[in-house]
């Protein structure tokens, strides 16, 4: 894929959990660092009960490798027809993802100290 060699994976949940959302679709990883590349395919399951529809369209995202170790998502597209019982409805969509910055911080673990039984409870409001 665009001249980077690639493992392609075909991907489906194992089972469903009821209020989950899950991705369902094919999966390109560069074979050299073993990073997502693309993705494409869909978020499962569509939700379907009485009047209420919940439809998710096919999309597909590319990822770039950004700080010369990890690949971050750059571009996001979906054009799909949703369709719901009484009618459809095309979406399109583009997401470009950028300005991509790196974020630090310093955590210093001291040694533990022990805490007072009323020091555990929350202030009293007044």
Do not use: C
Not at 4 to 18: A, G, K, N, Q, S
Not at 58 to 71: L, M, P, Q, S, V
């Amino acid at each position: 894929m665009d001249e980077i060699d690639t493992y392609v994976f075909h991907v489906t949940p194992r089972r469903m959990e009821r209020g989950q959302r899950y991705f369902e679709g094919l999966i390109w990883v560069d074979d050299a660092d073993l990073q997502i590349v693309k993705t494409y395919g869909k978020a499962v399951p569509d939700i379907r009960h009485g009047n209420q529809e919940n439809l998710f369209p096919r999309f597909e995202t590319y990822r770039e490798n950004i700080d010369g170790k990890y690949w971050f998502p750059t571009y996001t597209r979906a054009d799909d027809v949703l369709r719901f019982r009484d009618h459809a409805v095309r979406i399109r969509m583009t997401v470009r993802y950028s300005e991509y910055k790196q974020f630090k911080s310093f955590i210093k673990i001291g040694p533990p100290e022990p805490v007072k039984p009323d020091e555990t409870k929350p202030p009293q409001q007044k």
